[in-house]
């Protein structure tokens, strides 16, 4: 082989990293979405019952008046 030569046997050296590292890119990636996906699935549920129990309040707070 020459000077020029032999790219390919590089290209083969450096393949399995490449591949190592878009793997690891496409895990983070689904990792991250899922946890942002879990976050924001959990504030819709946390605001639900907050609403809930701002209604429940609202709904008895004029019976508590009524009883002083």
Do not use: C, K
Not at 11 to 32: G, S
């Amino acid at each position: 082989m020459g000077a020029i030569g032999g790219w390919d046997e590089g290209l083969w050296a450096i393949l399995p990293t490449i591949l190592v590292v878009l793997l690891f890119w496409f895990v983070m990636r689904a990792i991250i979405r899922a946890d942002r996906t879990e976050r924001a699935a959990q504030a819709r549920y946390e605001a639900e019952v907050l609403a809930r129990h701002a209604a429940e309040r609202a709904d008895r707070q004029p019976e508590d008046e009524s009883r002083r």
